[in-house]
Each structure stands twice: as C-alpha cells, then as structure tokens.
C-alpha cells in the first residue's frame, strides 16, 4: 500500500473513526444476505470497525483486519475484541473463508500491484466464495486533496484486472456517488465476485 496514505490514516484514526456513514448499510445488507448463517468473513481495511460490528451484530464469524495499527486499536476498542495489522500483501491463506469484505480500501492499491493483491483474496477464498470491494472510479491514478493515492479505476480496467487474478463464475460492477472524507462526492464502483466452483489452487 502507499506509504502516504497509510502514514494519513494512521495519523488521522480517531477523527476517521467520529465520522457516521450510513451510505452503505444496504450494500452490506445485501452481500451477507448471500452467505450462510455463521460464515467465515474475512474484512480487509475495516478502518474504525463499522462493518465488523453490523457482520458481528449478525452472527458470523470476522476476522477483521487493517494496514494501520493506530486504525486497528480503533476499531479494537469499538468492538471489544482484538483487531489484527495486515497489510495485503501479506495475505497468505489458502482456501479459508467463506467471503472477503474489503470496502474502501483496495482503491489505494498501486495500479500495478492490484492483480497481484486480487490473487492473493481469490487464493484465500474458499470455492464459490464472494468477494465485494469497492473503488473511487476514474481512468488514471493520483492523488486527491489530502495526499491520498488511489488507483481510480474504469469499469472495463477493473474487469481486466480482476480476470487477470483468478477465476469468477460471477462478477457485478454497479455505480454510485459516496461523500469521502475530503467531503467531496465521489463516483463509485461496487464490485461483487463470486469464486469459481471448480477453480483450482494456485
């Protein structure tokens, strides 16, 4: 991840963690209504730990997860339980989750890393596995007004990019507007993939 705009998380934890976002309460909704009871979540870049509380809220089983360890004793403290620092590189399982929530997050992956970091979650995933991420979109990478670098993807880039890194038997890219923390509105892409049934191990 950029090491900017990890150095702005970290620095800006607390104040990232005051914010109430309620945008994204039916997208959520609708992803874990397309697991089993109890499935085993894995939650990349849970920031302040609001969709790790509403997932646990529901009865399944979360590990989540951030870059930065300031943003991860934040959310520790939401929800009373230990937050773990990983970076998405460092993703090393192997067919252990029934899903992966990486909301916001993976928009600050380097353009040239971010097959490889999608390979990683398609690895990690169990077969027929979803997978939702979300992506500021756009057609080249920068960096907006606070420093932050994000990979301001396309439709058909992503699509792309998302084939490089595995097999999906499904894979949904809807659109939408988000205020961020720049209080600027954003155009989005919310991206569901379901992991092929018959994929293979890498």
């Known amino acids: 991840m950029d090491e900017k705009t990890l150095q702005f998380y970290s620095s800006n934890a607390q104040a990232y963690a005051d914010r109430e976002i309620s945008s994204r309460h039916a997208r959520i909704d609708r992803f874990l ?3 089993a009871p109890g499935a085993k979540i894995l939650e990349l870049g849970c920031g ?3 969709d790790t509380a509403a997932m646990l809220a529901r009865g399944f089983d979360v590990r989540p997860t951030d870059g930065s360890a300031e943003m991860a004793a934040v959310a520790s403290q939401r929800i009373g339980r230990p937050v773990e620092t ?3 590189g460092d993703l090393d399982e192997v067919e252990a989750y ?3 929530w990486a909301n916001a997050c993976l928009l600050h992956v380097p353009r040239d890393q971010l097959a490889k970091v999608l390979a990683l979650i398609w690895r990690a995933l169990k077969r027929s596995g979803f997978f939702y991420a979300s992506y500021k979109a ?3 990478d920068g960096r907006d007004t606070l420093n ?3 990979n301001y993807p396309s439709p058909d880039w992503l699509r792309a990019t ?4 595995g097999m999906w038997s499904s894979l949904a890219i809807e659109t939408g507007e988000v205020k961020g923390f720049d209080d600027k509105q954003a155009s989005m892409l919310f991206v569901v993939a379901r992991k092929e049934a018959g994929a293979r191990r890498p």
């Open 48 to 50: 302040a730990g609001v």
């Open 33 to 35: 209504g397309l697991l």
């Open 162 to 165: 998302y084939t490089q890194a």
């Open 98 to 100: 029934d899903a992966v």
């Open 138 to 140: 756009g057609e080249v």
């Open 148 to 150: 932050r670098y994000y």
């Open 86 to 88: 990983l970076l998405f």
